[in-house]
């Protein structure tokens, strides 16, 4: 059985006094010493609290947006009739409250961007190799960084792996075969 009208008051009450003790600095801890409950329990009202805040800011800022979104409407069926018409300076006005609708409600085509090189021109690449994915992540946040040289021939892969010994060419005073 839920609890009573008196009681989820109660909580609500406590929950927003603990959520104001907490943004003035008071840890789990000392909030469940003031209300003379666990700190587990005080730990799980305050995330309660937080969820329960964070949902009625979502709805409250989706109530926002209808109701700009009524009042951009309005606007735009009073401009509506003369901008079919071709009324030049209606039909501007139209266009702007449609962006602006469009932009309200993200219905926006993302922009695409790119990472350009030197001089705003293209970056130089050619076969996917990771080491040429490796230099360009390493000059990508650089202003002014300059493309270098990529050796094709290096292989990423095999770093975890023991490099093979080379011979010893020095003389090292040992006589023996």
Do not use: C
Request: glycine share 6%.
């Amino acid at each position: 059985m839920p609890p009573s009208k008196a009681k989820q008051a109660l909580v609500a009450k406590r929950r927003s006094e603990m959520l104001i003790m907490k943004i003035q600095g008071r840890t789990s801890a000392q909030i469940a010493e003031h209300f003379g409950i666990s700190p587990a329990t005080a730990r799980s009202d305050l995330r309660r609290a937080i969820k329960k805040a964070r949902d009625m800011e979502v709805h409250d800022a989706e109530l926002y947006r209808f109701i700009q979104g009524s009042r951009l409407e309005t606007l735009l069926r009073g401009v509506w009739p003369e901008a079919s018409d071709g009324d030049i300076k209606a039909g501007e006005q139209a266009r702007k409250y449609i962006a602006d609708l469009t932009e309200l409600f993200g219905l926006k085509v993302p922009v695409r961007t790119e990472i350009s090189g030197p001089d705003g021109g293209a970056i130089p690449f050619s076969s996917g190799e990771a080491a040429e994915v490796m230099a360009l992540i390493d000059i990508s946040d650089r202003d002014n960084a300059e493309i270098p040289t990529i050796d094709p021939d290096a292989d990423f892969d095999d770093e975890d792996e023991e490099p093979e010994e080379e011979p010893d060419d020095e003389d090292d005073g040992d006589d023996s075969p």
